[in-house]
């Protein structure tokens, strides 16, 4: 345990805007859960009700402050910018924290406003608009710090605000006590890629699937969780071609059996912050293929336990090298890693190592 956890126990809130349980906020919840064994006096969760709310209670984590639902719409709301300002009068009057962790896009600049204390911010989400990207600079420069998945999103951030950022891994836990690595044969004759992705536009789906089925084989196959063909975008379907799975959102068993069945993962978009499901792949035995400006990009990188590539357009190339003898076999060998690397264990380790850094 470091030195600064048997000092300083902390009383931490997580504020998010979130109502569904997804990569981002599956790591929320690790890390929490991870922190509630270690030298901490209490964990609150200040967020609508929803999945996310219940997932928390489900898992006796911490205590929890429902806030009113109207803020879980806010990003269709016209009024963006007095939202934001209600939220930071609403977080004001709850009691002091020593830190508060912004987890959402919208709660960024409401949570480094109403601080009195420690605030942090988690540069996990999309910021498509101007006006977006505009308040969330705003908010690094008044916030106590911010966090961000890999060297790769830091690197995109404006340069004025690399002083207040730092990087820290999402923690995954392990499906299983062990990593088992699948066998693959040395002449691989055919590719079986899984793609697990919510129907979300942002998610670029088509920029890598168009380019994909167009380099598989007739024997390959692609199989896509997280959605149904109607629930994606009509042009980015592809439903009409049988190599095709969609396979809708899976959970427990039937989501183990697709990994099973797969040999290699794809990170579809190219401007995913991070892309946890990277390493939940990796703890399948299964390497990834990421576009080189993505979150993951500098994790695989660094790891060489995957495919990086430039240009969707190319695939191709990183398909043809896949067949290629031992490289899948010695692409799943390396990436005990990147797993150790994202341990919740040593994640929240760093967590508090950094808070350790600036708590007022």
């Known amino acids: 345990m470091p030195e600064f956890m048997k000092r300083r126990p ?34 609150e969760l200040v967020a609508p009700l929803g999945q996310l709310m219940d997932e928390w209670s489900a898992r ?18 016209k009024d963006l910018i007095s939202s934001q300002l209600s939220l930071a009068r609403f977080l004001n009057r709850l009691p002091t924290a020593d830190v508060v962790h912004s987890h959402h896009q919208w709660t960024h600049v409401p949570v480094a406003l109403s601080t ?9 989400d999309f910021v498509p608009t ?12 008044m916030a106590s710090r911010s966090l961000v998945a890999s060297e790769s999103v830091r690197r995109q951030l404006p340069k004025l605000l690399w002083r207040k950022t730092s990087v820290l891994n999402r923690p995954v836990s392990r499906p299983h006590d062990t990593l088992v690595l699948p066998r693959h044969p040395l002449e691989v004759t ?9 129907p979300d536009p942002n998610k670029r789906f088509g920029d890598a699937v168009g380019p994909l089925l ?27 071609d049988s190599r095709v799975k969609f396979l809708g ?50 994790v695989v990188a660094a790891t060489n336990s995957g495919v990086l590539v430039d240009d969707w357009k190319d695939i191709a190339n990183a398909l043809e090298k896949l067949r290629r003898g031992t490289v899948l076999r010695d692409l799943s060998s390396r990436l ?19 808070l350790s850094q600036i708590v007022i």
């Not at 639902?69 to 990003?75: C, I, Q, S, T």
């Not at 009195?116 to 996990?124: E, F, V």
């Not at 101007?130 to 420069?141: D, F, H, P, S, Y």
């Open 190 to 198: 055919s590719l079986r890629f899984i793609i697990v992705c919510r």
């Open 10 to 43: 902390l009383a931490i809130r997580f504020v998010s805007l979130s109502t569904n349980v997804w990569g981002a906020e599956n790591s929320l919840l690790t890390l929490a859960a991870e922190l509630k064994n270690m030298n901490v006096t209490s964990l």
């Open 116 to 124: 009195r204390g420690t605030s942090l911010l988690d540069l996990h």
């Open 130 to 141: 101007a006006l977006g990207r505009a308040l969330q600079g705003l908010a690094v420069t």
């Open 336 to 354: 005990g890693t990147m797993i150790e690397r994202h341990s919740p264990n040593l994640v929240a380790g760093e967590y508090y190592k950094q």
């Open 214 to 240: 167009t380099a598989m084989n007739p024997d390959d196959e692609l199989l896509v969780v997280g959605g149904t063909a109607v629930e994606f975008d009509p042009a980015d379907c592809f439903s009409t």
């Open 249 to 298: 959102r899976l959970a427990g068993e039937p989501l183990e059996n697709a990994w099973r069945h797969s040999n290699v993962h794809i990170l579809t978009s190219a401007f995913e912050p991070f892309g946890r499901v990277v390493v939940e792949a990796a703890m399948r035995g299964i390497p990834s293929i990421v576009h080189s400006r993505s979150g993951a990009a500098s």
């Open 60 to 77: 006796s984590i911490g205590t929890s402050h429902p806030m009113p639902a109207k803020y879980a719409n806010m990003l269709r709301r």
